[in-house]
Every structure is written in structure tokens, then in C-alpha cells.
């Protein structure tokens, strides 16, 4: 079946403006997360969802980032007021329920790279 | 905090050797430990999964063992080919859900 994809694959705006960026799961995972991954940098997780709650919102670096999930879908990172520190490659993973504490495989999408000028 | 450290950060072999990438972290407290290969400019596309009961798990020309007392890891990757050519990311997961990434080894397969 089809993988996690994400959209736009790229994404170039100015500093200051808000940007979206968009998740779709393999489906069936109920399991959704989002990482950072900066240049020359490691992967930094952002933010979990179970369904369409987000239990561990700790990952993320400032109150301008903010994320939401319908139902056990789609999936929006949201950034306002964009910073040149925000310029990054943003994946998106996902992983099927975790039934009864067994964590499962994560796989990710092609992720989005955002480039604030 | 969890740490994942991955030596060497690059390599580079001639086609046909076997390649051997390496993985630490600094609490064994874990529940699986993930080896991903990212292209560039690509996502991650996950390779294998060692759930902390096994030692090792094997798939087609790669076979990754893990030591939880010790805290390291090791991807063989025989007979390489320059399609093997990536970052090579090691990624250890805890009781609940987060990944806790290295910085990744880039492998240079030289035809």
C-alpha cells in the first residue's frame, strides 16, 4: 500500500509569514509523530499523536509551533511567524497502534524542507 | 537523556567490501533500536528492527546485532555495491514512543 506522504516537498517563504505543512499516514497507523531534522544536524522529535491526541507536545521548540490531527488522518505542523532557525527538513512517521505497550515500527514520509529567508 | 552516538560519520570503501557501521548509547534501557538509510534529499526508509529481546536480525545482505549491556550496535552490510551509497541513521526507542536519533554514518561505495 501507498507509504506516509507529505506535502509540498518544498517550501520557501519569508521570515515572518506562517507556514503549513501536511502528513498523510499509511493507513490504519494510529501512531503519528513529527521530527526536525536540521543541516548537519541529527533528528529532533517534535511531537506525538495517539488517534487525534497529541500526549508529548514537548518537542516543541517554541510556542510558535503548534500541530493537529483529524481523527486517525491527516496531520498539520503549523509555524508561525517563521524564523530563519526554523529552516529545516520536517518528516513525518507513523506506526501502527500500540497494542498492549509494544511499540512499533516508525516510517516516515519524504519529509518537507522549508527554507525562511 | 538518552545518547546515540554513530562512528565513523563517513566512510568510504571500494565496491565489494563489506562494510561494518557502528552504534552506542548511553542507556540500555531500551525497547528496540531501528537502522534507517536516508538518500539525499530523501526521507528515511527504515532497513531494520531489533527489538531489545534479540541479538540480531538479518535482511538480504545486512545483519544488525545488538548488545543492550554494552549499548552498541552494529549494521554489516555485506559484498557492498555504490547503490549502498547513503547516511546510514541508527535510532533507539524507549518504553514509550520517541526515537532518539544519531547523527548518522554517509557510506561512499566506489565503484
Known amino acids: 500500500g501507498a507509504g506516509v506522504s507529505q506535502s509540498p516537498s518544498n517550501k520557501v517563504t519569508e521570515k515572518g509569514k506562517d507556514v503549513e505543512l501536511r502528513c498523510d499516514p499509511i493507513?490504519?497507523?494510529?501512531?503519528l509523530y513529527w521530527y526536525r531534522q536540521r543541516l548537519g544536524q541529527g533528528l529532533e522529535f517534535l511531537i506525538y499523536?495517539?488517534?487525534?491526541?497529541?500526549?508529548?507536545k514537548s518537542g516543541l521548540p517554541s510556542d510558535r509551533f503548534s500541530a493537529e490531527r483529524t481523527g486517525e488522518s491527516v496531520s498539520t505542523l503549523t509555524i508561525q511567524r517563521t524564523q530563519q532557525e526554523d529552516s529545516a527538513v520536517y518528516l513525518c512517521?507513523?506506526?501502527?497502534?500500540?497494542?498492549?505497550?509494544?511499540?512499533?515500527?516508525?516510517?516516515f514520509g519524504p519529509g518537507t524542507r522549508l527554507t525562511v529567508l | 537523556k538518552q545518547e546515540v552516538t554513530q562512528i565513523p560519520a563517513a566512510l568510504s570503501v571500494p565496491e565489494g567490501e563489506n562494510l561494518v557501521l557502528n552504534c552506542s548509547f548511553t542507556?540500555?534501557?531500551?525497547?528496540?533500536l531501528q537502522w534507517f538509510r536516508q538518500d539525499p534529499g530523501k526521507g528515511l526508509t527504515s532497513l531494520l528492527l531489533?527489538?531489545?529481546?534479540?541479538r540480531e536480525q538479518t535482511s538480504g545482505r545486512l545483519n544488525a546485532s545488538l548488545d543492550k549491556s554494552s549499548g552498541r550496535s552494529t549494521l554489516y552490510i555485506a559484498a557492498s555495491q555504490p547503490g549502498d551509497s547513503a547516511t546510514y541513521l541508527c535510532?533507539?526507542?524507549?518504553?514509550?514512543?520517541?526515537?532518539?536519533f544519531g547523527a548518522g554514518t554517509t557510506v561512499t561505495v566506489r565503484a
Open positions: 493507513s490504519g497507523h494510529t501512531a
Open positions: 512517521a507513523s506506526s501502527r497502534a500500540d497494542v498492549g505497550g509494544r511499540y512499533n515500527e516508525q516510517f
Open positions: 531489533i527489538q531489545s529481546s534479540q
Open positions: 535510532a533507539v526507542g524507549p518504553r514509550d514512543y520517541k526515537l532518539s
Open positions: 499523536f495517539q488517534g487525534n491526541s497529541a500526549p508529548d
Open positions: 542507556d540500555s534501557a531500551i525497547y528496540n
